[in-house]
Structure formats: C-alpha cells, structure tokens
C-alpha cells in the first residue's frame, strides 16, 4: 500500500527537511527512515490558531491563555516524545505566534537547547523573526505553503514562486503536507 510520508522520505533529495507531529502513531519509525536518508527533522509543535477556539490545535498545544510555565511544560513534553530533531516548527500558531510575552520563553527555551525555530508564517504579523534576531536563536521563515490548492498547476505556480524568493534572496524556505500530489510536483 501506498505510504505518502515513507514515499516522500525514501524519493526526495536530503535538502528536505521532516516536521513530525509529537503525537503520531509512527513518529519514532518516521524518524529514523527519515534521519537514515540524510533528511534533517523538526518536531511539529501545534500553537494557538487564529480563529481558537473554533480551530483546536490539540492536546498540549501552546496556548495564550495559559501561564508561561504550563506553556513550557507542555513544550518540554512534545520535545520529549521524540529525539533526533534540529528544531521546531510551529503548527497552525497564527494567533500564538503574533504575541510576544508567549514567543518570548519559547524561543528562550529553543535557545537554551541549542534548536532552531521554524515559524510556518501563519500570521504575517509573527513576532518570531524579531524576538529571535534579539535573542541570537536559529530561526527560518516560511516563504510559501508549497500546497494551498494541492493541484498539480497550482503547486507547480507555488513551486516557481518560491524559486523567484531563491534568487532574490539566496535562501527560501518552503512548507507542504507529505500527501502525494506535493511529493510528485517536489520530484
């Protein structure tokens, strides 16, 4: 049967990096195929959406509501699900991301352990760029969502865009979901 994450893993060159949800059922065996095939990995940290509490970004997600501690024992929790990562990325986060008293001891927190921070730019008013420029954390921004419309033109016309950023700036960052249209367009 078909696997799109294993597929993506064992096809794509190793320039791909892998973002792992803390909480799926394969993680560990995910990690390994995807460190075995010189893919870096990110532990996928889910954070308070924009539109909370209509989107849920699940059990321990960080949330604005919450004290800065209870946020970084949820965080220390997911980082200890699974090891072999070089950062985080964040998930949904749209409204987390954009608030700098809960940004602040999270990329303090990343700092410390020597992680780099991936935010997925759900809110373009992200306060992480700024606060990790300050702090001296690893950080990247997400410079386009490679499968907004998962159709073949439309990632292909997202794929172009993110090589016109490539030569602009000499960097780009791009995200997608592991399903198979993306993986065949990245190939």
């Given at each position: 049967?078909?696997?799109?994450?294993?597929?993506?893993?064992?096809?794509?060159?190793?320039?791909?990096?892998?973002?792992?949800?803390?909480?799926?059922?394969?993680?560990?065996?995910?990690?390994?195929?995807?460190?075995?095939?010189?893919?870096?990995?990110?532990?996928?940290?889910?954070?308070?959406?924009?539109?909370?509490?209509?989107?849920?970004?699940?059990?321990?997600?960080?949330?604005?509501?919450?004290?800065?501690?209870?946020?970084?024992?949820?965080?220390?929790?997911?980082?200890?699900?699974?090891?072999?990562?070089?950062?985080?990325?964040?998930?949904?986060?749209?409204?987390?991301?954009?608030?700098?008293?809960?940004?602040?001891?999270?990329?303090?927190?990343?700092?410390?352990?020597?992680?780099?921070?991936?935010?997925?730019?759900?809110?373009?008013?992200?306060?992480?760029?700024?606060?990790?420029?300050?702090?001296?954390?690893?950080?990247?921004?997400?410079?386009?969502?490679?499968?907004?419309?998962?159709?073949?033109?439309?990632?292909?016309?997202?794929?172009?865009?993110?090589e016109l950023v490539l030569r602009s700036k000499g960097k780009a960052v791009?995200?997608?979901?592991?399903?198979?249209?993306?993986?065949?367009?990245?190939?």
């Open positions: 049967s078909y696997n799109a994450p294993e597929s993506a893993m064992r096809d794509l060159p190793p320039e791909v990096t892998f973002a792992f949800a803390p909480h799926a059922k394969k993680v560990k065996e995910w990690i390994k195929t995807a460190r075995g095939g010189g893919h870096e990995v990110l532990l996928n940290v889910p954070m308070e959406p924009a539109d909370y509490p209509r989107s849920d970004p699940g059990p321990n997600g960080l949330l604005l509501k919450l004290a800065k501690e209870e946020n970084l024992q949820r965080l220390q929790w997911m980082m200890s699900r699974m090891t072999g990562y070089v950062g985080i990325a964040s998930h949904q986060g749209g409204r987390f991301t954009g608030n700098l008293k809960a940004m602040r001891p999270v990329l303090a927190e990343l700092k410390r352990r020597g992680l780099m921070f991936v935010d997925s730019r759900t809110n373009t008013n992200s306060v992480a760029p700024a606060v990790a420029g300050k702090i001296a954390a690893t950080y990247a921004v997400n410079d386009r969502m490679v499968d907004v419309v998962a159709s073949r033109a439309a990632i292909d016309f997202r794929l172009s865009e993110i791009a995200m997608g979901r592991a399903y198979p249209v993306p993986i065949r367009r990245l190939k």
